[in-house]
């Protein structure tokens, strides 16, 4: 299994940018498709976009569809969520998971087997 440790959050301003990444530990990080979670204070955690092992398929909620990648390099066992035109509902902790399976996409968390402990995006108004 896999461990997962996230980096990139931080403060920015509406509109702006943020890369976040997922280091993966573990030598079956390719046999693993990856997805990014988000949950903002008082609701619950949310499905954001996800990707196949091969980086070949990918899926989105569609509140980002056209403002978040996401996109792997399974020789860095790392996976990226690059967020663009980034909105203050966008503000949550941001987790990257990993499921174990060829297709795409698992989209409910319950069929996520790793994750990693979270990292903070605020967007500021």
């Known amino acids: 299994q896999v461990q997962l440790v996230e980096s990139g959050g931080g403060l920015v301003q509406a509109g702006g940018s943020l890369r976040l990444s997922c280091a993966a530990s573990?030598?079956?990080?390719?046999?693993?498709?990856m997805g990014w979670f988000r949950q903002a204070p008082g609701k619950e955690r949310e499905f954001v976009a996800a990707?196949?092992?091969?980086?070949?398929?990918?899926s989105y909620v569609d509140s980002v569809k056209g403002r978040f990648t996401i996109s792997r390099d399974n020789a860095k066992n790392t996976v990226y969520l690059q967020m663009n035109s980034l909105k203050p509902e966008d503000t949550a902790v941001y987790y990257c998971?990993?499921?174990?399976?060829?297709?795409?996409?698992?989209?409910?968390?319950?069929?996520?087997?790793?994750w990693g402990q979270g990292t903070q995006v605020t967007v500021s108004s």
């Open positions: 998971a990993g499921w174990e399976g060829r297709g795409c996409c698992a989209l409910n968390q319950y069929q996520y087997r790793t």
């Open positions: 573990g030598r079956t990080f390719s046999n693993y498709g």
């Open positions: 990707i196949s092992w091969s980086g070949g398929s990918t």
